[in-house]
């Protein structure tokens, strides 16, 4: 088959790109499509820019694999391309004896999965390195920092184009055909007109839409189905005035969120978030702004008792692309290639959401295998 390019990735977040710039390093012919009009615009720009450390995930899971290893690639590289980081540590707090257990079983979980810098600190030792904390107990994990989202996938971009690559803006897939002698026709939709590329291998990194690109590919193999999306979103409140902290503070976690926690910005500034609002479409606008800023100050003040009132300021929302319905247990990253699906040269990608942006570079890694395989 004639191709007009080896492979196409649609969706340039963080995740696209670190796919796309880790196929370009080894190979020619390497095009990323991307509907909207730059990177990242969507979960990749609305999120808390947290670098996790691999604490929470399931012994064994892909999310928990890909973010020990995607950490330290993530760090690895904000340092070889000076992307801005702060490597400011995290306090998992316990507010309450009865939290004490949850705690120590995350402890476990952690060690588990390859997290071995955890200490464990009393309510006397967390006094002193962030008094306005309050809680009984709490683990620090000094490998969890923030990053710059914008100038990592920035840097990603400009690797991918260094490596000679490509990047259509403004270009939005309508449709898939798989070629009977292997590859794919795309369908694609950019400036009124709409065109065709033929591509030998796909990558489907869409993110919010990467259960519709599925679709439009369906499978070859009897009883497999694309995964389902379920749209949860994520409400942010900034606070007003200066933070008194210097790590971020996350309370214990609730069966599919990380609660309230406050993460700071690269400037310093505090902002906390998200909760979750599952929903069925894909609107980012706040719900029940004044309502939801006493249920984040009653949160807050479990771990930060003197959050000054009136100090919380609407922000920003961000979706998670979750393929699991509220209620039910939280599903791994579903990263599925021809022996899932039935599709050669076909990879895609569902449920990316957090710790996604930590484990992009991990993500890329392991799709090149894949898709070598």
């Known amino acids: 088959m004639t191709t007009d390019i080896e492979t196409v990735v649609i969706g340039a977040g963080a995740v696209g790109l670190a796919i796309a710039s880790e196929l370009a390093r080894t190979r020619a012919g390497v095009m990323v499509i991307e509907r909207h009009h730059t990177f990242g615009t ?20 892909l999310r928990a694999a890909l973010c020990v290893e995607g950490r330290e690639r993530l760090y690895a590289f904000a340092e070889k391309f000076n992307v801005p980081v702060n490597r400011c540590g995290k306090l998992l707090v316990a507010t309450a004896d009865a939290e004490l257990p949850q705690l120590e079983r995350i402890e476990k979980r952690a060690i588990r999965n390859g997290v071995g810098d955890l200490v464990r600190l009393s309510s006397e030792e967390i006094a002193r390195i962030e008094p306005d904390v309050r809680c ?5 994990s000094p490998s969890t920092g923030v990053i710059d989202s914008h100038a990592f996938m920035a840097a990603l971009e400009a690797q991918l184009l260094n490596a000679g690559g490509e990047i259509a803006y403004n270009s939005e897939l309508i449709a898939v055909a798989e070629l009977p002698g292997g ?3 795309l369908s694609i939709a950019s400036g009124g007109e709409t065109s065709e590329l ?8 869409a993110g919010l839409a990467a259960s519709r690109v599925g679709n439009m590919i369906g499978s070859s193999k009897e009883g497999y189905r694309v995964p389902s999306l379920h749209p949860a979103k994520g409400h942010y409140f900034a606070l007003s005035g200066k933070a008194p902290f210097r790590r971020l503070i996350y309370p214990m976690p609730s069966s599919d969120a990380l609660g309230v926690h406050l993460t700071l910005d690269m400037g310093g500034a505090a902002r906390f978030g998200p909760d979750i609002h599952w929903q069925s479409d894909l609107d980012y606008a706040f719900v029940d702004a004044d309502g939801r800023r006493k249920s984040f100050a009653r949160e807050i003040k479990r771990y930060w008792p003197a959050l000054p009132e009136a100090a919380l300021i609407p922000a920003y929302t961000g979706l998670r692309p979750k393929i699991y319905a509220e209620g039910t247990p ?25 710790p996604g942006l930590t484990a992009s570079l991990a993500i890329g890694a392991h799709v090149a295998r894949l898709i070598d395989g």
Do not use: M, Q
């Open 42 to 61: 969507e979960t990749s720009s609305r999120n808390s820019e947290v670098i996790h450390a691999g604490i929470y995930y399931p012994e064994g899971s």
């Open 136 to 140: 009984v107990a709490a683990t620090l």
């Open 183 to 185: 590859g794919f026709r």
């Open 198 to 205: 033929l591509c030998a291998r796909l990558v489907n990194a």
């Open 330 to 354: 939280p599903a791994d990253f579903a990263i599925h290639g021809a022996a899932d699906h039935g599709i050669p040269g076909f990879i895609a990608l569902y449920g990316i959401e957090s």
